[in-house]
């Protein structure tokens, strides 16, 4: 079985203004990946980091919404302070402090996959920067 870990962007595609195609391909992408999940294909691995940033989000239904689906997941876990010093170290590269985070988190997890539709952040994983032991993807 698949495990994954959706990081912020991915989630709040479902609550995205859907009129651009990509969104829209995106967000339906996101939704395969949830069946995926609740028909037990795959392990959805999610982390406080996760639910924090979604906390940030300004729009209150689409913010609740995402915390709904967050109640879903297989796991809500806690960084170790290992996955917090990684953190740190990946942000020092480059990496934006919450995408690190979700990185080190997703690690942290053994996921065989961080699904994340934000372009700088799947370059940086795929440029292996800081050596990350997981693949980042678009959904």
């Known amino acids: 079985m698949a495990k994954i870990y959706l990081d912020a962007c991915a989630l709040n595609r479902l609550t995205d203004d859907q009129s651009q195609s990509r969104i829209q391909t995106e967000a339906e992408a996101v939704e395969r990946v949830l069946h995926l999940v609740w028909s037990g294909e795959a392990e959805w691995k ?61 690690e942290q997890a053994t996921v065989d996959v961080l699904l994340t539709t934000d372009d700088r952040f799947i370059k940086q994983v795929g440029r292996r920067l800081g050596k990350p032991a997981i693949r980042g993807l678009n959904p």
């Not at 689409?62 to 876990?77: F, T, V």
């Not at 942000?91 to 080190?104: I, N, T």
């Open 46 to 106: 999610a982390s406080i980091v996760l639910e924090a940033e979604i906390r940030r989000k300004p729009n209150g239904e689409g913010r609740n919404d995402a915390l709904r689906l967050i109640s879903l997941a297989g796991e809500l876990l806690r960084p170790h302070r290992v996955s917090v010093e990684r953190a740190r170290a990946l942000e020092a590269l480059g990496y934006g402090a919450f995408d690190a985070l979700h990185l080190a988190c997703a």
